[in-house]
């Protein structure tokens, strides 16, 4: 069993910037983020995995970052620029290549409003 706690959610104004974290309890190969806005089904934000290799969601790039730790129990997420639109509940996500287990923190908001 992996546990993931994530930290970093907050109340921003727009054009704002913010740096969620999650820590995993042990060393993992692929994490990333997804959020979950109101009324909306969850959608990825970006994964990547412990070799660098990185997915994102294509309407995020150039506002939003992904990174990872040396050790390989923590991702980051940078946010940059934030509207409205972005307020969510952000999740951590990870997986272990090879299997179907899949590991979810138990959620930060994230509000960006004036």
């Known amino acids: 069993q992996v546990q993931l706690v994530e930290s970093g959610g907050d109340l921003v104004q727009p054009g704002g910037s913010l740096k969620l974290s999650c820590v995993a309890s042990r060393t993992i190969g692929t994490m990333g983020w997804y959020r979950q806005a109101p009324g909306k089904q969850r959608e990825m934000i970006a994964l990547?995995?412990?070799?660098?290799?990185?997915d994102f969601a294509d309407s995020l790039k150039g506002r939003f970052s992904i990174s990872r730790d040396d050790a390989g129990n923590t991702v980051y997420l940078q946010m940059t620029n934030l509207k409205p639109e972005d307020t969510a509940v952000y999740y951590c996500y990870a997986t272990i290549v090879g299997t179907s287990a899949e590991y979810w923190g138990q959620g930060t908001q994230v509000t960006v409003s004036s």
């Open positions: 990547m995995t412990r070799s660098g290799n990185i």
